[in-house]
């Protein structure tokens, strides 16, 4: 084989993917793995990788990015700011928010959310669509247009005033993406009970960031989640539940997928690594760590873990939601808010890697396959997200080398977003990204950004097996001819 014949060479690491660990060269040509082996021929260039990881890029399917809340706060990073954290971070591929607000046109938000990402994004990237004003327009034209363009995803809210669907809307919902194969993800609480839960609060006193974890008590993730799971079934439709965070909610996802029912879910790292105790801090300092479902407690850490162990939490990602401690984001009400008017959201794209690598690989909890499973492939797989979250011959070659050695304190400055902060300053990890490739180019070397914005490409997703129903409907629903699924 001649020097031509490969681009690149990476030389003798550690190479883990999901199925399997093995040590061996991985040769790119173009924009794609070319070979994995021992002993392959030499290339334009060579990394010499000895006794270094070798993972897929992380695959982050929850990302709000260059994103107006559902409070109207807009969020602190750009495309550019938000995936140069990515980037450094490890993770290549993200899938971040394309929000709809009442009143907009669907087709021009998505229009509008794609010209930002492709002037910014230094990572590959795609859309999750938030529908909050699903009309007759975005039901029969905008939705079934944008799904066949490879937005294969829908996100809706059972909570938030701008934004929250009622029961009858999330089942027409659903039933377009049942009709045009797309998966409807969802942020599953209870809004009366967080409302009624927050007036009891206020009226008593209890202003402080430690009241947030009351005001979102356990059974309205519960209630919603099995509420939504329920409604699903009618339709036939598969969906995802986005931030599982209690034991309980872990339960609903296991007796769900245990009946048959096509129901994914996730977890994030600020619920694998924090409780509920993070908001319990002089004045305002709880205010960081606000986020919605709130941390919980250490048996909740133990069922999530647990979760993953067993598949029926599918995936971890970080629900990048970032805003600064400053009156531009988190202090928009003044200096001292109550809880209830703090930006619900934590920092995360940057470090999520790094965090589930120092759990998963360095302190052997699940091991190395599994965290790629859980951190690549598997997002990559349930969205659609061809050749993507796996290292094969023909996968794109998004690529991290790890100093699996590398001992860090994290501190504010390694988020490397634009939110000025993290909520893991302090903890001590082991395992570093040294350098990250996208589809055959170095875009981090040696812990520095060489990636540049707009490098970064949209992904357009087919529809996939994932999305497929299992073909029984509510016995009502079957029996007027029931809601056509996509062939």
Not at 439 to 453: D, M, S
């Amino acid at each position: 084989m001649s020097a031509n014949d490969h681009d690149l060479v990476i030389r003798g690491g550690i190479v883990v993917t999901a199925g399997e660990t093995m040590r061996a060269d991985i040769a790119i040509r173009g924009e794609r793995v070319a070979a994995i082996g021992e002993g392959l021929g030499p290339a334009r260039r060579e990394i010499d990788a000895a006794g270094r990881i070798v993972t897929p890029g992380g695959v982050d399917a929850h990302c709000h990015i260059e994103q107006i809340s559902g409070t109207g706060v807009m969020n602190a990073d750009t495309f550019e700011t938000a995936t140069r954290a990515a980037a450094l971070g490890g993770t290549t591929s993200v899938i971040s928010f394309a929000s709809q607000h009442p009143g907009m046109r669907l087709r021009d938000v998505v229009d509008d959310y794609t010209a930002r990402a492709a002037r910014g994004a230094i990572v590959d990237h795609a859309f999750h669509m938030i529908v909050s004003d699903p009309d007759e327009a975005a039901l029969t034209r905008d939705l079934p247009a944008l799904i066949a363009e490879g937005h294969r995803s829908i996100k809706i809210f059972t909570t938030y005033d701008k934004v929250r669907l009622g029961d009858e809307q999330i089942l027409d919902l659903m039933a377009c993406a049942r009709e045009h194969g797309a998966l409807v993800c969802i942020h599953a609480e209870n809004d009366g009970l967080i409302r009624w839960m927050t007036r009891r609060l206020l009226a008593a006193g209890l202003t402080a960031p430690a009241a947030h974890a009351l005001s979102h008590p356990r059974v309205a993730e519960v209630e919603a989640m099995e509420r939504m799971i329920r409604l699903a079934a009618f339709v036939d439709q598969p969906i995802v539940l986005f931030h599982v965070s209690t034991a309980e909610g872990v339960g609903v996802v296991a007796r769900a997928r245990a009946a048959g029912l096509r129901v994914h879910a996730e977890t994030c790292p600020h619920y694998l690594f924090m409780t509920a105790e993070v908001l319990d801090r002089p004045g305002i300092e709880g205010a960081k760590f606000m986020c919605s479902p709130p941390q919980r407690e250490v048996l909740d850490q133990d069922a999530l873990w647990q979760g993953l162990a067993t598949g029926d939490l599918g995936y971890v990602s970080s629900d990048h939601s970032p805003y600064r401690f400053d009156q531009s984001g988190k202090l928009r009400a003044g200096p001292a808010p109550s809880f209830d008017r703090i930006a619900n959201g934590l920092p995360g794209i940057g470090l999520r890697q790094a965090l589930m690598f120092d759990a998963m690989v360095s302190k052997g909890r699940l091991g190395a396959q599994r965290f790629v499973e859980l951190t690549s492939t598997a997002p990559a797989r349930l969205y659609g997200l061809a050749g993507k979250g796996t290292i094969s011959v023909g996968s794109d070659a998004d690529l991290v080398i790890w100093d699996q050695d590398r001992r860090v304190t994290l501190s504010d400055a390694d988020g490397q977003d634009n939110a000025g902060y993290t909520p893991f300053a302090g903890r001590e990890i082991t395992g570093w990204p040294q350098m990250v490739l996208l589809r055959g180019r170095a875009i981090v070397e040696g812990g520095r950004l060489t990636g540049e914005p707009g490098g970064g490409r949209l992904l357009r997703r087919a529809v996939g097996e994932t999305m497929r129903p299992t073909g029984r409907q509510g016995a009502e629903l079957a029996a007027m001819g029931g809601t056509p699924a996509w062939r």
